[in-house]
């Protein structure tokens, strides 16, 4: 089984600075899917970003780039000039990417609070 | 579009009784997952349904249950409820089955059920 390990459970920032939160996750598999989500106080978990393993570009939108680090499986989240909007709790995800029923759910990380300071 | 609707937001409920809680999918979307939200477990996954039909199922008792209509709005049931069981639910929805490759998932609030 597949395992998500967020080991910050809390991270906080300067406003208009830069913070990494950082993931590690274990699979046997070599094809699969990462995620960061972002959780507000509104509850929504909201898709910040993803990453195809297969594709060894790393992913970036916005404000948001990963480095990801197959090889350590390592999927780590860097946000930059961060906002006062950026205060949430980050999960990281995985996902296989294998066909059959028992393969589509998302397994999460236990989370990191980020707190953004003004 | 309308995003994932779930109903109600906020539930109490007493030791021993049963719950339903509803997921209204974005349009389109066929896929309906569920997520269990608690402080001391994190999420997990409770099931996934795809046209009408479960395809995953969660390591959650048999007090746990769900079904799709063909309109793709899923409900999930809870019977007997535990104290335990207080959690906050998610439901996603995706195109399925490369979702993932498309829209990926998007979740709704959620509904907060507390049993006293």
């Known amino acids: 089984a597949q395992t998500v390990t967020q080991s910050q459970p809390e991270m906080s920032v300067q406003e208009a600075e830069t913070v990494t939160l950082s993931c590690t996750y274990d699979t046997s598999e070599s094809d699969y899917y990462l995620f960061w989500y972002k959780q507000p106080p509104s509850r929504q978990m909201i898709l910040v970003i993803r990453?195809?393993?297969?594709?060894?570009q790393n992913a970036t939108e916005n404000r948001f780039s990963v480095n990801f680090q197959k090889a350590a499986k390592s999927f780590s989240l860097k946000i930059s000039d961060s906002q006062l909007g950026d205060a949430a709790m980050y999960f990281c995800?995985?996902?296989?990417?294998?066909?059959?029923?028992?393969?589509?759910?998302?397994?999460f990380g236990k989370g990191t609070l980020l707190t953004v300071n003004p | 579009k309308a995003g994932v609707t779930q109903t109600p937001r906020y539930l109490i409920k007493t030791r021993g009784q049963q719950v339903t809680l509803s997921c209204s999918p974005i349009?389109?979307?066929?896929?309906v997952s569920w997520y269990q939200q608690t402080p001391g477990q994190g999420l997990q996954f409770l099931f996934e349904?795809?046209?009408?039909?479960?395809?995953n199922k969660g390591n959650f008792p048999g007090r746990f249950s769900g079904r799709q209509f063909s309109n793709s709005r899923s409900e999930m049931n809870v019977s007997t409820l535990e104290l335990g069981d207080s959690a906050l639910y998610l439901c996603a929805s995706s195109t399925y089955p490369r979702g993932v490759r498309g829209d990926g998932y998007t979740f709704g609030s959620g509904t907060r059920l507390t049993v006293v």
């Open positions: 349904y795809f046209s009408e039909t479960q395809r």
């Open positions: 349009s389109g979307h066929r896929s």
């Open positions: 995800a995985y996902r296989s990417a294998r066909s059959g029923g028992s393969n589509y759910k998302l397994t």
């Open positions: 990453q195809e393993a297969y594709k060894q």
